[in-house]
């Protein structure tokens, strides 16, 4: 097996976030579940709603790219693959994404959709509340992968978010094959209850028939996942079937849980919870580049954690400060 060029090549959607601050009620009005997903299945809905929105601010976002972003931040080699259409938007997110230093050469998309976006509504305790449509993220096609890239991550990161469509559900199955015949790992984050509901069989089949070494979940995604209420029967049940399981677990921290290790840390503590838009993501990425620097289970959550908590400090899912300086202090 050869020694892979990058730590970890990810394909997600290639959105642009669009944030703005909103009341409860509004939410509520809006008929949206509150710290959730929704997705918009048209532009004219998209437009819509943003007609609505206050004042914003657009930050290239998606979430295994903000994972990519953030772990390219601390000095890890990434890749990613994503569609983009041939429009403004597309032009934001591909020049965003190669400026933080990381590989992106799917080429975008001509014609209709638009280039993804999410609308996130961020509630004053920060929670934040997304409506994404898809766009032309949807229509990654196989023949867009660069399956050398994809042989040549040390780990393949996929998220649960872009297994909705049916032509990137066919690439992210293509590219798990390619992984694994490489000899890599393959990383999965579950992203949202919304997607467990509409896709629990198959990522149960994912989990069940070996190919995924590494799942990402929060504690409601582990508990929509398995139908059971308790929290530690659940880890058991899934711990036994990936040989590395990290659930995350808001306020009260992370475990990660690999063969019959298991290692927790506490939530980093910060002065306030601005917006939680893309706490997974970032949890994600300390600890996917803690795992690619050899360190063990409790420092690699101890990075995530650390992510995190600088992530929800401030609006947007992309880090504010030098990640990788503000890790090292931490971490000692």
């Not at 393959?186 to 989990?207: E, P, W």
């Not at 420092?299 to 609006?315: D, N, R």
């Amino acid at each position: 097996m050869t020694i892979p060029a990058y730590d970890v090549v990810a394909i997600g959607n290639a959105i642009v976030d669009v944030l703005s601050h909103a009341e409860d009620a509004f939410i509520t009005g809006e008929g949206m579940a509150k710290g959730s997903m929704q997705l918009m299945f048209s532009p004219e809905e998209a437009d819509a709603l943003y007609a609505k929105m206050g004042p914003g601010m657009e930050i290239s976002g998606g979430s295994a790219a903000n994972t990519v972003a953030a772990m390219a931040a601390m000095g890890a080699k990434c890749g990613f693959v994503g569609q983009v259409a041939d429009d403004q938007l597309g032009e934001v997110f591909a020049h965003d994404i190669r400026a933080a230093g990381i590989r992106f050469d799917t080429a975008a998309r001509a014609g209709d959709p638009s280039t993804a976006r999410c609308l996130i509504f961020v509630t004053p305790d920060g929670q934040r509340t997304m409506n994404t449509f898809l766009g032309a993220s949807q229509y990654l096609p196989a023949s867009a992968l660069d399956l050398e890239l994809i042989a040549q991550g040390a780990i393949l990161y996929l998220e649960g978010y872009l297994w909705d469509p049916e032509e990137p559900r066919a690439a992210m199955r293509r590219a798990i094959d390619v992984a694994r015949n490489a000899g890599r790992k393959v990383a999965f984050t579950l992203s949202d209850t919304f997607c467990i509901s509409r896709h629990r069989d198959d990522f149960l089949d994912l989990i069940d028939t070996g190919q995924i070494d590494i799942l990402f979940a929060n504690e409601a995604e582990l508990l929509s996942l398995t139908e059971i209420d308790d929290f530690d029967a659940a880890v058991v049940q899934v711990s036994a079937k990936v040989p590395t399981l990290v659930v995350t677990r808001g306020e009260h921290g992370a475990i990660a849980v690999s063969s019959s290790e298991k290692a927790s840390v506490d939530a980093e503590p910060i002065a306030q919870v601005v917006d939680t838009t893309g706490a997974g993501d970032l949890f994600a990425a300390g600890f996917l580049t803690g795992q690619a620097r050899g360190l063990s289970l409790e420092a690699s959550l101890k990075m995530g954690a650390v992510c995190a908590a600088e992530i929800i400090s401030h609006v947007g899912a992309r880090a504010m400060c030098d990640l990788k300086a503000l890790v090292e202090q931490k971490l000692g």
